[in-house]
């Protein structure tokens, strides 16, 4: 009985579908986190009786066909790249990107990944580094010395060297642009890289040509919304629920025509 696969399929497909969810609700606190969800298409259908046949010698033809599809798959799980809130941190590392961008990270391999997670820190040499210890590009070294470090919206990184009246800028930030974002590759870590379907990273200065601007000691948080995830998890459960019964009234109807005599 064909409502068994059908139904089993319509399961599996809700199961990823509470996966995906999960993880968004699991991430709710994960800085510069993007919520991810579940697509579906319907699969393939068998063809009884197809539409517009002939169904006699006088030219009249059938109005509706009969076709009979064989369920659901999941085909995508993009994310939603939206903006998330922006919170005062107060930490003088601490960079939050409003707008469009990523910072960029050298991977240990020498590849270039790309974040919203500005929550930057020193590495022993005075390098910008992530939380994972990977070097911020361009690279930016900040001295013993300095104090009273200040990011401006463009990128500019200054801070006041020893006894100097007057701050020294020691480089400036910037961010790379994506076509299409929602085409990047999850690494893990709060890291993305690209792919032939994100395009190539349009490197710029922040705050200039359409580029988002840099709030100093801000963190931008995950854009998941509890609630919105809690409505689709219920959803998710009680399409799940009644596939499950569609494959306990198919099981009931095979049973009735076993028993027949």
């Given at each position: 009985?064909?409502?068994?696969?059908?139904?089993?399929?319509?399961?599996t497909?809700?199961e990823?579908?509470?996966?995906?969810?999960?993880?968004?609700?699991?991430?709710?606190?994960?800085?510069?986190?993007?919520?991810?969800?579940?697509?579906?298409?319907?699969?393939?259908?068998?063809?009884?009786?197809r539409?517009?046949?002939?169904?006699?010698?006088?030219?009249?033809?059938?109005?509706?066909?009969?076709?009979?599809?064989?369920?659901?798959?999941?085909?995508?799980?993009?994310?939603?790249?939206?903006?998330?809130?922006?919170?005062?941190?107060?930490?003088?590392?601490d960079?939050?990107?409003?707008?469009?961008?990523f910072?960029?990270?050298?991977?240990?391999?020498?590849?270039?990944?790309?974040?919203?997670?500005?929550?930057?820190?020193?590495?022993?040499?005075?390098?910008?580094?992530?939380?994972?210890?990977?070097v911020?590009?361009?690279?930016?070294?900040i001295?013993?010395?300095?104090?009273?470090?200040?990011?401006?919206?463009?990128?500019?990184?200054?801070?006041?060297?020893?006894?100097?009246?007057?701050?020294?800028?020691?480089?400036?930030?910037?961010?790379?642009?994506?076509?299409?974002?929602?085409?990047?590759?999850?690494?893990?870590?709060?890291?993305?890289?690209?792919?032939?379907?994100?395009?190539?990273?349009?490197?710029?200065?922040?705050?200039?040509?359409?580029?988002?601007?840099?709030?100093?000691?801000?963190?931008?948080?995950?854009?998941?919304?509890?609630?919105?995830?809690?409505?689709?998890?219920?959803?998710?459960?009680?399409?799940?629920?009644?596939?499950a019964?569609?494959?306990?009234?198919?099981?009931?109807?095979?049973?009735?025509?076993?028993?027949?005599?």
């Amino acid at each position: 009985m064909k409502a068994l696969y059908i139904a089993s399929s319509g399961m599996t497909a809700q199961e990823r579908n509470v996966e995906v969810i999960s993880n968004n609700i699991a991430n709710m606190r994960t800085t510069g986190f993007k919520r991810q969800r579940a697509e579906f298409q319907d699969m393939l259908y068998q063809q009884y009786q197809r539409a517009g046949s002939s169904t006699s010698d006088q030219g009249t033809m059938l109005p509706a066909g009969l076709e009979i599809g064989s369920g659901v798959r999941t085909v995508a799980t993009p994310r939603i790249m939206s903006q998330g809130q922006v919170t005062l941190t107060e930490k003088e590392l601490d960079v939050a990107i409003r707008g469009e961008g990523f910072f960029m990270i050298q991977l240990p391999d020498g590849r270039t990944a790309y974040t919203r997670d500005g929550s930057f820190e020193r590495s022993p040499e005075g390098q910008l580094v992530n939380s994972s210890g990977y070097v911020l590009q361009p690279g930016i070294t900040i001295p013993d010395t300095a104090k009273s470090i200040d990011i401006s919206p463009d990128g500019i990184v200054e801070a006041k060297l020893a006894n100097d009246a007057t701050p020294t800028q020691l480089g400036q930030i910037q961010i790379a642009r994506f076509v299409n974002k929602g085409g990047l590759e999850s690494l893990g870590d709060n890291l993305f890289a690209e792919t032939a379907a994100s395009g190539p990273a349009q490197v710029g200065i922040p705050n200039v040509d359409g580029n988002g601007d840099l709030l100093h000691m801000y963190l931008e948080m995950a854009n998941v919304n509890s609630v919105t995830e809690i409505a689709d998890l219920i959803a998710a459960q009680r399409a799940y629920e009644m596939n499950a019964r569609v494959i306990s009234g198919a099981d009931e109807m095979m049973q009735a025509t076993t028993q027949l005599r």
